[in-house]
């Protein structure tokens, strides 16, 4: 069994930064992708960034430069930090991981970017 924890999000004006983080418990090992999606109100769910064990990352154009995706597998943790906040970027954030055939999800973690 794998839980996920997210934390990090809040309130940031535009321009500002925030680093998301979550926290897997239960044991993870050999392929496996650890990931971040989020959705806005009224839009669907869109991947934001991955990171397969060993592989390369992977980031949706809409961050690309601005999102940086990282894993600490000691820790069994996934990063987002997030640079030069839009107000486009305001949605619920959700880790997700892919491990032994299964598919894990976190609870969501909001970021709102507003002045």
């Known amino acids: 069994q794998v839980q996920l924890v997210e934390s990090g999000g809040g309130l940031v004006q535009p321009g500002g930064s925030l680093r998301l983080s979550c926290a897997a418990s239960?044991?993870?090992?050999?392929?496996?992708?650890m990931g971040w999606y989020r959705q806005a109100p009224g839009k669907q769910r869109e991947l934001v960034a991955v990171?397969?064990?060993?592989?390369?990352?992977r980031y949706a154009d809409s961050v690309k430069g601005r999102f940086t995706i990282s894993r600490d597998n000691a820790k069994q943790a996934v990063y987002l930090q997030m640079n030069s906040l839009k107000p486009e970027d305001t949605a619920v954030y959700y880790c997700?991981?892919?491990?032994?055939?299964?598919?894990?999800w976190g609870k969501g973690t909001l970021v709102t970017v507003s002045s």
């Open positions: 239960g044991r993870i090992f050999g392929f496996n992708v």
């Open positions: 990171a397969p064990s060993g592989g390369p990352t």
């Open positions: 997700n991981v892919i491990f032994s055939g299964m598919d894990y």
